[in-house]
């Protein structure tokens, strides 16, 4: 199959035979390192935040009514006493062993409904909720959230909620004869919450600011705190550590932060990437970035089977000798162990150049993994190499 080139990062999948590496020194070596310690610019807003700038996660517990037979079955017992608590609050009083016993609830869910509240939101602004099913609903197409209160994690109520849903699936027929196309039992309502409490920062207080690396080194915390002490022409940023900058606010710009923020954040600063590797074992994806490099390596990875089988054979008597039939097992083993295959890489390779070799054998995505990993145990992984 071909490989997929994502900017420096891409995902080998493969399928196929073991493999064997031979990774010996060459030429290549100096151009690979040439390219490992190649420095790239980027913005300071890509790379750090705002420490006390950030989202703020909602969640709230409703009902979905409105739904055409597919809602929650009537053994789902607190889906019927939200209904009644409504109701009751609606002015509509129900015995509870009616409630119990007689009360239907095949139209409503009960759902978990769950947002991101946004920095610098205020009362009125509109954002995104996620409603999911929280009983045996088979599905919520069609369905419409009844107003639900939005909590956060100090129990303050910052949003609510209400509005038809978007759901991106189907489900139709009965349990026997039934059809399901993705995820009918979660639905989105766009710009279904309201903001009603103010969770905003004021930034005319501050009298100094922190900004946290989205991944901690201490080259790049170092080079951020240069860049913006050079255009600032002060000493006003200092490294605290290895993801933390705090940023002094000059006295003749107390009050215009935002503007100072802007300043900064679109600034350049030069990072080395981090050279990584992440293996997800379950599921045989191997992510590797482009400057991982390899050291000089031989690796002998085959593969060997056992196959053990059983046949059952009747042996029958002869005519008038008394006996009887029987069933006799017979048990065949076979052994097959693939023949490895040999790869030559020059020392400094690229894994662009292993997984193209690699994919020219046919090795397969969980050979990949215990590949690396033992190229990583033999301490000629030049990555860090992550298992997920």
């Known amino acids: 199959m071909g490989r997929i080139n994502l900017r420096g990062w891409f995902a080998v999948a493969l399928w196929g035979l073991a493999a064997t590496i031979l990774l010996v020194p060459g030429a290549g070596a100096q151009n690979a390192d040439h390219a490992q310690n190649a420095d790239h610019k980027v913005l300071i807003r890509d790379v750090a935040s705002v420490e006390g700038i950030r989202n703020n996660s909602l969640i709230g517990y409703g009902l979905v009514v409105g739904l055409k037979g597919t809602g929650d079955k009537q053994q789902t017992y607190f889906t019927i006493q939200t209904l009644a608590s409504i109701l009751q609050r609606m002015g509509v009083e129900i015995p509870p062993t009616v409630v119990?016993?007689?009360?239907?609830?095949k139209n409503v869910a009960a759902v978990f409904v769950t947002a991101s509240l946004p920095p610098f939101s205020r009362?009125?602004?509109p954002v995104d909720v996620i409603v999911s099913s929280a009983g045996d609903a088979r599905s919520l197409e069609g369905g419409l959230l009844l107003l639900t209160p939005l909590y956060a994690a100090d129990g303050q109520v910052y949003a609510a909620a209400q509005g038809p849903?978007?759901?991106g699936g189907y489900a139709v027929g009965t349990s026997a004869n039934s059809k399901s196309v993705n995820h009918p039992t979660v639905g989105r309502i766009p710009n279904g919450g309201l903001i009603e409490r103010d969770s905003s920062l004021d930034l005319?207080?501050?009298?100094?600011?922190?900004?946290?690396?989205n991944e901690a080194s201490f080259t790049t915390v170092e080079e951020v705190a240069a860049v913006i002490n050079h255009e600032l022409a002060a000493p006003t940023a200092t490294v605290i550590d290895s993801r933390r900058v705090e940023i002094e606010t000059p006295a003749s710009k107390v009050g215009d932060v935002p503007a100072l923020l802007?300043?900064?954040e679109n600034l350049e600063v030069r990072v080395r990437r981090k050279a990584k590797v992440v293996v997800n074992e379950r599921t045989g994806t191997v992510v590797l970035g482009q400057d991982v490099r390899l050291g000089a390596v031989s690796i002998l990875h085959g593969s060997f089977s056992i196959?053990?089988?059983t046949t059952y054979?009747?042996?029958q008597p002869h005519a008038l000798a008394g006996g009887e039939t029987l069933l006799l097992p017979e048990t065949k083993v076979k052994t097959a162990e693939t023949p490895a295959r040999n790869v030559e890489l020059n020392e400094g390779a690229s894994v662009e150049e292993l997984v193209t070799r690699l994919q020219a054998i046919g090795a397969t995505a969980r050979d990949v993994v215990s590949i690396l990993q033992a190229i990583k145990?033999?301490?000629?992984?030049?990555?860090e190499l992550e298992v997920i």
């Open 100 to 105: 119990q016993s007689t009360v239907q609830v």
């Open 123 to 125: 009362p009125g602004m």
């Open 165 to 167: 849903l978007v759901v």
């Open 204 to 213: 005319r207080k501050l009298q100094h600011l922190s900004l946290l690396l």
């Open 262 to 264: 802007a300043r900064i």
């Open 307 to 309: 196959e053990v089988v």
């Open 313 to 315: 054979a009747a042996s």
């Open 377 to 383: 145990a033999a301490g000629a992984l030049e990555a």
